[in-house]
C-alpha cells in the first residue's frame, strides 16, 4: 500500500473504529422472580381462603349433620330447672332419639330422652304432671323436663358420680343397686369398677363423649359451662 494513502472512509489523525460485538439478552431473572413471588403469594392467598370457608362454612354445616341439635330452648330450660349442664342434656339426648321428638325404640321407650311409659307415669308425678298420658311423652318439652328431672335424681342418688347415675339410667337404679352390692363388681359399694354387659358398660363413656363434642360445637349455643364436667374416670 502507498504510503500516505488512507483507507477508504477513514479520516486523518482518527483511528478505525473496532467492530462491535452483539449486544447480549437482557436478563430476565428479577422478572422471574417477581412472578415466583406472585405465585406465592397467590397460592398463599388461595389456602387462606379455603382454610375461612372450611372454618366458617363445611366445619359447622358437617358439625350439625354428625351432632344434629333441636329444641334449643326446652333443652336449656329443662336443664336450667333441674341445674345441669346442657351440653350433657344435649349428650345425652343425642345417645338416646339423636333428637328424634317421636322416637321409639324396640321396648318401647319414647321419645327425646327415651322414657317408658310406665316410667313416665312415675315421673309425671314427681313434676305434679296431672292427667298423664303416654303420648305426652312425644311432646319435646315434657319429655326433656322428665329426662332432666330423672337425671337429676339418679345423680344425687350417686353422689354425683357419673358412671353410676347414666348406668342407671340405661340399666335402671335398682340393676345398678345390686352390682354395688356385689364385692366382685364393686369394692366399695359406691362405684362401679366393673359394668357387666358391652352396651351398658359403654353407654356412660359414649354420652360423657357426647358431652365433650356438643360443648366444644354448641357451647355458646347451649350456655354450657366453661370446663369440662368431671367424667369420674370414664
Not at 382454610?51 to 336449656?76: C, G, K, S, T
Not at 333428637?99 to 313416665?120: C, H, K, N, R, Y
Not at 328431672?149 to 350417686?158: A, G, I, P, S, V
Not at 359394668?195 to 354420652?207: F, H, L, R, S, T
Request: aromatic share 10%.
Amino acid at each position: 500500500m502507498t504510503a500516505g494513502r488512507q483507507r477508504p472512509g477513514a479520516q486523518a489523525g482518527r483511528r478505525p473504529e473496532p467492530p462491535r460485538r452483539p449486544a447480549r439478552p437482557v436478563r430476565r431473572r428479577g422478572r422471574r422472580r417477581a412472578a415466583a413471588w406472585w405465585l406465592a403469594g397467590g397460592a398463599a392467598l388461595l389456602l387462606v381462603a379455603v382454610a375461612l370457608v372450611w372454618a366458617f362454612v363445611y366445619a359447622p354445616f358437617r358439625q350439625e349433620q354428625i351432632y344434629p341439635l333441636d329444641y334449643v330452648e326446652e333443652l336449656r330450660a329443662a336443664a336450667e330447672e333441674f341445674s345441669l349442664d346442657p351440653c350433657l342434656v344435649a349428650g345425652l339426648v343425642y345417645c338416646e332419639s339423636s333428637f328424634q321428638a317421636d322416637a321409639v325404640s324396640d321396648v318401647g321407650a319414647v321419645g327425646l330422652t327415651q322414657i317408658m311409659p310406665e316410667t313416665g307415669r312415675w315421673l309425671a308425678g314427681k313434676l305434679g304432671i296431672e292427667d298423664y298420658t303416654p303420648e305426652m311423652l312425644l311432646d319435646p318439652s315434657t319429655n326433656l323436663r322428665m329426662g332432666c328431672w330423672y337425671l337429676r335424681f339418679l345423680l344425687d342418688r350417686y353422689d354425683g358420680q357419673h358412671q353410676e347415675a347414666l348406668t342407671a339410667y340405661i340399666a335402671g337404679q335398682g340393676q345398678v343397686d345390686e352390682w354395688l352390692k356385689d364385692e366382685t363388681l364393686s369394692a366399695d359399694g359406691k362405684t362401679l369398677d366393673q359394668i357387666p354387659g358391652q352396651d351398658v358398660k359403654e353407654y356412660a363413656a359414649k354420652v360423657m363423649r357426647m358431652y365433650e363434642e356438643y360443648r366444644q360445637a354448641y357451647g355458646d349455643v347451649l350456655g354450657c359451662g366453661d370446663a369440662a364436667l368431671e367424667s369420674d374416670g370414664l
